[in-house]
């Protein structure tokens, strides 16, 4: 029995070694902000990107959509997970201890909330405003 679970134990072992060293463990990454909008249109084709705000370890990214919408795209594990969302479908605010932040409340069970980091407040709120309800339309009416 001792041995049993000696083979069992260097069996696991071998398998998550083999499983990293193949890059099964490997996070992915957002090279830039055209791989964002370019992943995000594989899923959404139709739509139209105004702006890309990337995140400083990127792995998020939040797409200001011509049609008032929010793209997303975010990483997970290997893969990337993209979503289309309707201004006030979900809850941004800015960090408390950083204002580099933004906390997003998805309401997924699959995933409820992300913590997002950006270069700076001035991009953190921004993204915070992509996600208003409310949205501003101060300058399409300066600019009729």
């Not at 791989?35 to 995000?40: I, L």
Request: hydrophobic share 50%; aromatic share 6%; charged share 25%.
């Amino acid at each position: 029995m001792p041995v049993l679970i000696a083979i069992v134990a260097v069996g696991i072992v071998v398998v998550v070694l083999v499983v990293h060293l193949t890059g099964g463990s490997h996070t992915a990454k957002i090279a830039n902000e055209d791989a964002a909008v370019e992943r995000f249109l594989i899923d959404y084709p139709d739509v139209e990107v105004r702006q890309c705000f990337l995140s400083w370890d990127r792995r998020d990214a939040v797409l200001e959509l011509e049609d008032g919408q929010v793209g997303l795209v975010h990483a997970v594990g290997v893969n990337f997970l993209t979503r289309l969302v309707k201004r006030g479908e979900m809850t941004a605010r800015a960090g408390v201890s950083d204002e580099s932040a933004v906390d997003l409340e998805t309401g997924d069970v699959a995933w409820p909330r992300a913590r997002m980091h950006f270069a700076d407040s001035a991009m953190a709120r921004t993204v915070v405003a992509l996600f208003d309800k409310k949205v501003d339309t101060t300058d399409n009416k300066r600019a009729a």
